[in-house]
């Protein structure tokens, strides 16, 4: 969608993550009138772009709505476009206004009054309105199509789509059957392992079960690898191949995924998949670990015969959406490289930093104490490094 952001200069601060949030959904936002010419060009270049745009946001606040405030100008333009804003105007409070003061223009549609992440919010915001004009014009054509299918009897080739789209679970090509993490914006972080922040994911599939020796098995019989993990030689298939693979790289996680036609999830996504949007401690809820939730705290010689669990285990521990051993069992590997800060305004669909420490890990493993099983726990190693307490599930979704 094309966005025109109408702002004073004296808020720019506030304004600049809402259009770094903006970009990250990959809209193009008019936003930085710096290197615009002077004069009538100016203006010239200000209407053009107001006009083409799909949406245009009007920041509120006192410097905005001040008399000879060139953003006045820019919502006449705006006026003059669209003689009624709905669905073309979005007005955003950023800072303390009288709402009386608002011209009439925008007093015909919802204020939107953030009190919370400001870019967050205003880019699930956009996100919905986006959305309702891609509804409005599914439908528009969806009318059209249905009539020229049923004339031309072909409403067989459509309906399957449909279904698949709409769908709660999804079979993945290594049969693991992965479940629907709706799309929508949650708290993540705890102010102690990474700052709490709204983030926005969009709709995608995680993994119901972790990957088990017997499903990379077949993996390495696909694809003729003799890259075998650690461990390798300790696992009997026909008695422990329900437990989760262990001993793989990150590089390995990712080959399977690939092989699967999915990808391992960043971490907002394995984040939400595992507390929901209640900001739970654990996947079940606040109340601490036991062995019936979770399975950690152990001490063995022999992890894969006595320690480790089954992927189908712990239904009591499972997430909000319905995902097992989420905590506990094996640390799981996710997409992102480990920064102890984050982008401003990456809060659509983040995917972190592009270099870091290590690859992070999420969940905590068999041996690992109650605490490290939190939902925001976050932990980190080479890519290259293997373990017998580490595992991963993987996602499909929109690609990242």
Known sequence: MKIFLSYSSKDRTQVEPIYL??????????????????????????????????????????????????TLTELGIAQKTWSHPKGKVLPVLISD???????AYLKAVTILEPNGNLA????????????????????????????????????????????VKTSTEINGKDGMLGLQIPAGKFLMGDDEWSPKREIYVDNYYMDKYEVSFLMYDRFLQATGSKEKPEYW?????????????????????????HWAGKRLPTEAEWEKAAHGTDSRTYPWGDNEPTDNLANFGKDSDKPIAEA?????????????????????????????????????GDVWNPKGVESGKGKVLRGGGWFDAPQALQSSRRYYVSPEDRSMDRGFRCVQGQKK
């Open 233 to 257: 030689g300790e696992v009997d298939l026909a008695t422990l191949g329900d437990r989760p693979v262990v001993g793989v790289s990150w590089h390995e996680a990712v080959a399977y995924c």
């Open 21 to 70: 949030a903006l970009l990250a959904q990959r809209h193009k936002v008019f936003f930085d009138r710096s290197n615009l010419p002077k004069g009538d060009e100016y203006d010239s270049h200000i209407r053009k772009s107001i006009e083409d745009s799909n949406l245009f946001i009007f920041m509120v606040s006192l410097n905005s709505l001040n008399d000879g405030s060139y």
């Open 308 to 344: 480790l669990a089954p992927v189908n285990s712990h239904e009591s521990g499972k997430s909000p959406y319905g995902i097992y051993n989420m905590a506990g069992n094996v640390s799981e590997w996710v997409s992102d490289w480990y920064d102890e800060g984050f982008p401003i």
């Open 120 to 163: 967050a919010e205003v880019a699930d915001a956009v996100y919905r309105i986006n959305k309702e004009k891609r509804r409005r014009l599914l439908n528009y054509f969806v009318g059209g199509l249905v009539l020229s299918m049923m004339v031309g009897a072909g409403i067989y080739f459509f309906l399957p789509d449909v279904i």
């Open 97 to 103: 206004t009288q709402l009386m003061k608002l011209p």
